[in-house]
């Protein structure tokens, strides 16, 4: 069993930044994150992904050059450094943890097996 627990959400100005960590405790070996978010009314989205390396990331089209994903596997904890918000940025941002060391990072919340609460992102105009 693997528990995952966001912090770093609230308030920003857009054009100001946020960093959202996830703290994995259970089984933390062999695990590939991810971070997805989720706005009223629409579908959950995949934002971006990291190898249980670290070595291979991945991110939606929307993030790209904006927002960077890291880890830190000694601390068990992967972070979301958000620079450049916009008010389309707001949503409920989720960690999820995917058992597996492959270097593919995998895009489809299907496929991921754990994941947190949530934090709230909001970005005000």
């Known amino acids: 069993q693997v528990q995952l627990v966001e912090s770093g959400g609230g308030l920003v100005q857009a054009g100001g930044s946020l960093r959202l960590s996830c703290a994995a405790s259970g089984r933390t070996f062999n695990l590939a994150m991810g971070w997805f978010r989720q706005a009223p009314g629409t579908e959950r989205e995949f934002v971006a992904g990291i190898s249980w390396s670290g070595g291979n990331t991945n991110y939606a089209d929307s993030v790209k050059g904006r927002f960077t994903i890291s880890r830190d596997n000694a601390k068990n904890t992967v972070y979301l450094q958000m620079n450049s918000l916009k008010p389309e940025d707001t949503a409920v941002y989720y960690c999820?943890?995917?058992?597996?060391?492959?270097?593919?990072?995998?895009?489809?919340?299907?496929?991921?097996?754990?994941w947190g609460q949530g934090t709230q992102v909001t970005v005000s105009s």
């Open positions: 999820a943890a995917r058992l597996t060391a492959a270097a593919y990072v995998d895009t489809r919340s299907a496929r991921y097996d754990y």
